[in-house]
């Protein structure tokens, strides 16, 4: 999947930006806690062992430190995030 991004800030493990995923499946163990707007697209984010969500322009999303699981993007997303 094509992706890119613009890092906006930087300080230590914490940052912000833009990103941008073509679509696919991918899969995610997160070692920071990251916090989503998604500005475009449309995706499906499962959980392991839990429920699928969509996610939509306009909807915010919040995965904690050790989030294990798969976004399944339908269509080019682009996202604000914030890690911390």
């Not at 300080?11 to 920071?32: F, K, V």
């Not at 500005?39 to 909807?59: C, F, K, L, N, S």
């Amino acid at each position: 999947m094509a992706t890119h991004g613009l890092e906006v800030w930087v300080d230590g493990d914490s940052s912000a930006g833009i990103w941008q995923c073509a679509p696919g499946p991918s899969r995610w163990t997160l070692e920071t806690h990251e916090v989503i707007y998604l500005v475009a697209g449309r995706m499906t984010v499962t959980p392991d062992g839990g429920e699928a969500d969509d996610i939509g322009p306009g909807d915010v999303a919040v995965f904690p430190k050790g989030w294990t699981g798969t976004w399944d993007i339908h269509e080019t997303v682009r996202k604000v995030y914030s890690i911390f």
